[in-house]
């Protein structure tokens, strides 16, 4: 079965597109390695559609961080990535810091 990797990286700090952009690069990425990544950052559209407060989001990608194998950490400053990061350490969820790093990890199980 194909392992599921939450993708963590800023969204609102800096420019909202540039970092959609490099979320959903990330996870073309884990995808041609064979992972099913999950790019919180794809409610951008959603959100410009029907806006919701910063916790509704926050509490929605929680639930879905807990059903995933692993966590891929991007770079770059963010309040809710590091929260994420927070979260998987605690429920023993594996957080990687490069795609290299997550398949090197990952192909050990």
């Not at 969204?11 to 959609?20: A, E, F, P």
């Not at 390695?33 to 989001?57: A, K, M």
């Amino acid at each position: 079965m194909m392992k599921i990797v939450y993708v963590a990286a800023p969204y609102s700090s800096g420019d909202q597109v540039i970092n959609v952009r490099n979320a959903i690069n990330a996870g073309e990425e884990l995808v041609k390695n064979g992972f099913v990544p999950f790019v919180p950052h794809l409610s951008h559209l959603w959100h410009c559609i029907s806006p919701h407060e910063y916790d509704f989001w926050i509490n929605l990608d929680t639930h879905y961080l807990l059903r995933c194998d692993a966590l891929l950490r991007l770079p770059g400053e963010s309040r809710g990535a590091d929260s994420e990061v927070a979260i998987a350490i605690e429920k023993w969820i594996p957080v990687y810091y490069s795609i290299p790093e997550l398949v090197e990890g990952l192909s050990e199980d």
